[in-house]
């Protein structure tokens, strides 16, 4: 039982370049939600999934994109790489979301754009 | 939306009990109150939650004033791993996590 898997673990980009985080999790969770980490701060939700086939925005969306073709699997895009889009992104999932369910939280991604 | 207040950072000796606040005010009567930790950048760990009444688990208690405008996390007999920012955390109208800076606890051989 791997829990929440990411990867990669670290990654440089040029501006304007495009990747796709993959974040996996083998406990069954409906739901998978993306957030970022910037330094001295608290995580902030850029997307999230509730099912397979479905997403939905959160904080900060701009510049990202999402997909959860599989109910174990979902990916984080970026279409067009900038400076700001530097930070540790946190992959989690969580069987239902509201009341008493916790989410787990893969090991996270650091990403430089330079 | 609810929103909580946490000091920004926090000291406690080794083998004393760490006792961290948390003021949420303005959450609502259904709303839970979740206690999560991010040791050096790692990715967050849950602790503990709790709508109510005190709940307490393998790692930590949670006391809730009976007016539910704030609480408190309690590690017991705190030891070096438990060095790290936790964060109290309620949700948004959307079921979403809000998550503030956290207090950084330090904890002193």
Known sequence: ?114 | DAKTTQPPSMDCAEGRAANLPCNHSTISGNEYVYWYRQIHSQGPQYIIHGLKNNETNEMASLIITEDRKSSTLILPHATLRDTAVYYCIVMDSNYQLIWGAGTKLIIKP
């Open chain 1, 1 to 114: 039982n791997a829990g929440v898997t990411q990867t990669p673990k670290f990654r440089v980009l040029k501006t304007g370049q495009s990747m796709t985080l993959l974040c996996a999790q083998d406990m069954n969770h409906e739901y998978m939600y993306w957030y970022r980490q910037d330094p001295g701060m608290g995580l902030r939700l850029i997307h999230y999934s509730v099912g397979e086939g479905t997403t939905a925005k959160g904080e900060v969306p701009d510049g990202y994109n999402v997909s959860r073709l599989k109910k174990q699997n979902f990916l984080l895009g970026l279409e067009s790489a900038a400076p700001s889009q530097t930070s540790v992104y946190f992959c989690a999932s969580s069987y239902r979301t509201g009341g008493p369910y916790e989410q787990y939280f893969g090991p996270g991604t650091r990403l430089t754009v330079t």
